[in-house]
Structures are given as C-alpha cells and as structure tokens.
C-alpha cells in the first residue's frame, strides 16, 4: 500500500488525513495477518506518474524487512519506540531532590509526554480530624487516569492517583481503628506520589499475604463493581446477571462479586480471551464474544428466552440495545460507560418493565 504523507515522519507535522486513516486500516490487517501486508508512505510531492521512482521506492522498502516503511530525502525511516525524555533528561522522572511532597501531575496540554513531578505541599500540612497520613508503596492505574492524560476524560479530572497501598505514618484526631505503622490499602488522591493524605473512612488494612502492588489494584474496580451490582442494581441470590468486558479489571471483580452474592453468571469477552473466561470457572453456555451481538442470541437461548436481571454494561450502540433486550421483566442495566449514554425516560418507555441506573 503505497501512500503520500501520509505519517509525520519528518518534524512537518503535518499529514494526508486520508493516507493516515488507510495506515491505520491497514495497520489493523497487519496485525491479524503478518508478512502479508506492506505500508509504504512517500514524500508528500511524489509525483505518482514517475513509475519508475516509485516502484524503485516500493522495491528497496521490501529490502528493508519492515512492514511500515516512509522515504524522507532519499532515506528509508522506520518506526521505532525509544525511551521519552523525562524531566532528569535520561528519559526518566525524576522527583524532586530530597523532597517529599510530591507527585505525578500533567503540565500543559494533556499528553503522556507532558506527565511530570508537581509540588503537593498540601500533604505535609496538618491532619484535620479523620485523616490519615501514608506512605505510599504502591498506587493503581486505572483506565480512568489513562484517559485524563490523553485529554479524553470527560469534565474536569486531575492525574493524581485515585486508590494505593501503603503504611501509616501519622492518624489525625478521631481516628481510632487505625495507627501508626499499619499497612492499608483504598482510595485516596494523590496516590502517584511518596505520601498522601487519605479519609480514614475510606481505607482499611492489608489482608494478611497480600503485596502491596496487590492491595493497591483493588479498591476501585471491587468498589465499582459492588456499587453497580449490589447497591445500585440491588443483584440477589438466585438472579442472573450479564457481565460485559468480563476479562477486565471491573469484570473480573464482578464475576467474583456476583458469585458471593450467589448470582448466576453470563459474560462476554473478546475471543481471544475466552480462555480466560474458561478459567475463571465460566463454560461455554455462560458465554459469549463482546465483539458481536450474537451475545444476544447466544444469552437468550441459554436462558430459555428469559433473559437476564441485571446487566452490567461498558459498551456502547447497538450493544446497549441488545442488552437491554435481554432483561427479563423487571430487569436492571448498570451503565460503567462514558459514551453513548442513553435517557431513562426513554428507555423505559421502549424497555417496559426495566430500569437504569449509572455508576461511575
């Protein structure tokens, strides 16, 4: 496939916005289908009528090996990761000094690039009652942050750290099930720093053989998934619930959560993770690809036409329709999504006998 500016190859920056969405295309079919396909980007003023140049460009770019190869004055560029610059200018972070109150932030435009140690003195300030002051050990990264730093998140978000793990260094006034030296794990802001100052509330301690990375990359995807599940959509002993997205973080945590409560599990995944799936104790009958509606089809048969009570959705378009399809009379949809939001009203007048509710 041989294209004309098509990628920022050279410090222009600029790019054929066709050309770019063919690379990603094809970029698609590479990955399905290795050594079959060749991406070839020319100068953006080639001109196309001089076959002879252009296939000598096509036939020393099938030398090289590659499968995405772009010709800048004479030479063959190839895409390459390298380590990012960081702020010590070794292409790492590097904290302050012999400091302690900081850490991880966006500066500037909101890029992976642009994350950077920020200044937190407000974490060396006195604890007001109910606080807690942590060390931290280990902190979460969640789709959420992911989404802050490429400016995708919708509202106003800040990259801190939302949830970590680590010991305690000093308990604020009315704090009386924590002390000093506990190592706790929960929700707290700021986690992507040495210390933090975290609601005693909303922390607890370590289970016995837990490492601290494990403790830290629990909280937000238990608490989610119990909030959908329990609190909002009220999920009982004897229902049955469908699990979007089962192999990820929340979903893993969902299958487990409904389980407890001794609901019977439907889930979906991408094909390729059905394996997953099969280990964590969920066979054939209970599931589906999240790829495709036939979920739908597959989920209705195996419920006898019933359907399902509670649906716990991140997807999005004809999926959702299909999903709310799938509720049985009385049925409840817990949408996790941040696209595609769908208004109560109607769904209840197209959807008799459902509810909705949103968790975040």
């Keep these: 496939m041989v294209t004309r500016g098509a990628v920022p190859a050279d410090e222009s920056g600029s790019v054929d916005v066709p050309g770019a969405a063919l690379w990603g295309l094809v970029r698609s079919a590479q990955a399905e289908n290795p050594g079959r396909f060749l991406l070839l980007d020319l100068e953006p003023n080639t001109p196309l009528a001089d076959h002879g140049s252009v296939l000598n460009a096509v036939r020393r770019a099938v030398e090289t090996d590659e499968s995405q190869v772009a010709l800048r004055a004479g030479q063959m560029l190839v895409p390459r990761l390298v380590r990012a610059v960081g702020s010590g200018g070794d292409g790492g972070l590097v904290p302050p000094a012999g400091q302690s109150a900081w850490r991880l932030g966006v500066v500037g435009a909101a890029t992976v690039d642009s994350v950077r140690p920020v200044p937190c003195p407000e974490v060396l300030e006195p604890l007001r009652a109910g606080q807690v002051r942590i060390a931290v050990h280990a902190a979460g990264v969640n789709f959420r942050d992911a989404l802050i730093v490429l400016g995708m998140y919708p509202g106003d978000?800040?990259?801190?750290?939302?949830?970590?793990?680590?010991?305690?260094?000093?308990?604020?006034?009315?704090?009386?099930?924590?002390?000093v030296g506990d190592r706790v794990m929960g929700l707290f802001e700021g986690a992507f720093g040495p210390l933090a100052v975290?609601?005693?509330?909303?922390v607890v301690p370590i289970p016995s053989g837990w490492t601290f990375q494990q403790a830290a990359a629990a909280p937000v995807v238990f608490?989610?998934?119990?909030?959908?599940?329990?609190?909002?959509?009220?999920?009982?002993?004897?229902e049955s619930v469908l699990i979007h997205a089962a192999t990820g973080g929340v979903g893993t945590a969902a299958v487990q959560i409904a389980r407890h409560v001794g609901a019977e599990v439907y889930a979906t995944a991408s094909p390729g993770k059905h394996m997953t799936l099969e280990a964590m104790g969920i066979d054939q009958v209970h599931r589906a690809s999240s790829r495709d509606l036939d979920f739908e089809?597959?989920?209705?048969?195996?419920?006898?036409?019933?359907?399902?009570d509670v649906v716990l959705n991140s997807l999005a378009g004809p999926f959702v329709d299909a999903?709310?399809?799938?509720?049985?009379?009385?049925?409840?949809?817990?949408?996790?999504?941040?696209t595609d939001i769908r208004d109560p009203e109607r769904i209840a007048a197209e959807h008799p006998g459902c509810g909705t509710r949103r968790t975040t």
């Design 157 to 179: 978000a800040v990259f801190a750290g939302s949830e970590g793990a680590g010991v305690v260094l000093e308990t604020g006034p009315e704090v009386t099930d924590l002390a």
């Design 297 to 308: 089809q597959v989920v209705r048969e195996a419920t006898g036409g019933r359907g399902v």
């Design 198 to 202: 975290a609601d005693a509330r909303t």
């Design 223 to 238: 608490l989610t998934a119990w909030y959908g599940l329990v609190e909002l959509g009220g999920l009982r002993a004897g």
């Design 323 to 338: 999903s709310l399809g799938l509720l049985a009379d009385g049925g409840r949809l817990l949408e996790m999504g941040k």
